[in-house]
């Protein structure tokens, strides 16, 4: 069955500190892969994604991702966190084809500590 | 970038009244939308796949009679709750793909509360 795992539900991390947010997913075949931010009572903005190539994937916001096909894992990075950051991220995953129609992670809960 | 607007962005009703939902693309054509409802805490869960002209089509367990959806033109999918309970109250989102690039992009969301 395809889905998607976000194994920390809450993070708390220091401004200035570096961020790693754990995805890993199960899929029948090389999928595509998302990762969206949610504020608040917000929806959600693409960061990034990865379809083919370059398995490290640079995103918005400072934010970058790597595809690790061995591991089935997708993880986000971002060097140094900002008060800004702090949000609720998905790591999402698509079939390759048209629909587009997205599986969703649980979520990760990023709070950012001065 | 393109934007996907969603209206209202929040809608407070009684037990059984029906309580519509707006996803319009603004600088683009969808011919393929999708809804979603996320509960408190939790992630996103495909409700509905809406294709412009045709009927939608439903995950396996979401009632079509329960959330009516019309995507009528190329910019505007409707949710519609019909006889909306407490239980229905939850944070609903759309996302459009762009006709031409084929990208994907969200709403802002609808948080609805049923009385």
């Known amino acids: 069955a395809q889905s998607v795992t976000q194994p920390d539900i809450h993070i708390t991390v220091s401004e200035g500190a570096s961020l790693e947010l754990r995805c890993n997913y199960s899929y029948g075949a090389t999928p595509y892969l998302f990762w969206y931010v949610q504020s608040p009572g917000q929806g959600l903005q693409l960061l990034l994604k990865?379809?083919?190539?370059?398995?490290l994937v640079q995103g918005i916001k400072g934010f970058e991702a790597e595809f690790k096909r061995s591991q089935s894992s997708f993880n986000l990075r971002k060097p140094s966190v900002h008060w800004s950051d702090a949000a609720e991220y998905f790591c999402?995953?698509?079939?390759?084809?048209?629909?587009?129609?997205?599986?969703f992670g649980t979520g990760t809960l990023l709070a950012v500590q001065p | 970038g393109a934007v996907v607007s969603q209206h209202p962005s929040w809608v407070i009703c009684k037990s059984g009244t029906s309580v519509k939902i707006e996803c319009r693309s603004l600088?683009?054509?969808?011919?393929?939308m999708f809804w979603y409802r996320q509960f408190p805490k939790q992630s996103l869960m495909l409700m509905a796949t809406?294709?412009?002209?045709?009927?939608?089509?439903?995950e396996q367990g979401v009632e079509k009679d329960k959330f009516l959806i019309n995507h009528a033109s190329l910019t505007l999918s409707t949710l519609t709750v019909t006889s909306a309970h407490p239980e229905d109250s939850s944070f609903y989102i759309c996302?459009?793909?762009?006709?031409?690039?084929?990208?994907?992009?969200f709403g802002e969301g609808s948080r609805l509360t049923v009385l």
């Open positions: 809406s294709n412009e002209g045709s009927k939608a089509t439903y």
């Open positions: 996302s459009a793909r762009d006709l031409n690039t084929g990208e994907l992009f």
């Open positions: 999402a995953v698509g079939a390759r084809g048209a629909t587009n129609k997205l599986i």
């Open positions: 600088d683009f054509q969808a011919t393929t």
């Open positions: 990865y379809f083919s190539g370059d398995t």
